[in-house]
Antibody
Framework: QVQLLQWGAGLLKPSETLSLTCTVS????????WSWIRQPPGKGLEWIGE???????NYNPSLKSRVIMSGDTSKNQFSLKLTSVTAADTAVYYC??????WGQGTLVTVSS | SSDLTQDPAVSVALGQTVRITCQGD??????ASWYQQKPGQAPRLVIF???IRPSGIPDRFSGSTSGNTASLTITGAQAEDEADYHC???????????FGGGTKLTVL
């Protein structure tokens, strides 16, 4: 059974860089686009962007200037970096294969 | 604001039928997917494509689309259906995924 297992730092200070990684366990990284999605406390879901095994990316225009996604096919992993974070970036971050497979979520809090 | 529009909250009496709607231009060309999310949990896909339920989703959940509006219908709502429901679709005009703001369903 394919699972997404994600990890990364949960507490950041303003201006730091958020960094999360997601491993595709029990399945292939190739042949799909892999997304990052976030959910601020008490709010809806926001798609951040996606990457495929070749490194092709699509980003949400509202976050594009601060987002970097990368992938490692040898490790079946993909990663998210979000630069210059502020309190507004506080959210649960999910990795996902749209639409049917989601990671467990990582709460990232930005606070001084 | 969200690219897809959902009512923030809907309620239904136990055993009755409820429809949750989602509006947006992307729905004219792409089917909506619907997710159920309970507190502290990741979203769970309940409907995708032209009314397809993933394995394990009860058949009381169904989906439909008309024009720019997608609907999720729960026929005979159960207490365990109380949750937030999110719609999403592909927006191929800008090559991205879009979500609605979510609907909180209360089963009375």
């Amino acid at each position: 059974q394919v699972q997404l297992l994600q990890w990364g730092a949960g507490l950041l200070k303003p201006s730091e860089t958020l960094s999360l990684t997601c491993t595709v366990s029990g399945g292939s990284f190739n042949g799909y686009y892999w997304s990052w999605i976030r959910q601020p406390p008490g709010k809806g879901l926001e798609w951040i962007g996606e990457i495929d095994h070749s490194g092709d990316t699509n980003y949400n225009p509202s976050l594009k200037s601060r987002v970097i996604m990368s992938g490692d096919t040898s490790k079946n992993q993909f990663s998210l970096k979000l630069t210059s974070v502020t309190a507004a970036d506080t959210a649960v971050y999910y990795c996902a294969k749209m639409t049917d497979l989601w990671g467990q979520g990582t709460l990232v809090t930005v606070s001084s | 604001s969200s690219d897809l529009t959902q009512d923030p909250a809907v309620s239904v009496a136990l055993g009755q039928t409820v429809r949750i709607t989602c509006q947006g231009d992307s729905l004219r060309t792409h089917y909506a997917s619907w997710y159920q999310q309970k507190p502290g949990q990741a979203p769970r896909l309940v409907i995708f494509g032209q009314n397809i339920r993933p394995s394990g989703i009860p058949d009381r959940f169904s989906g439909s689309t008309s024009g720019n509006t997608a609907s999720l219908t729960i026929t005979g709502a159960q207490a365990e259906d109380e949750a937030d429901y999110h719609c999403n679709s592909r927006d191929s005009s800008v090559n991205r995924w879009v979500f609605g703001g979510g609907t909180k369903l209360t089963v009375l």
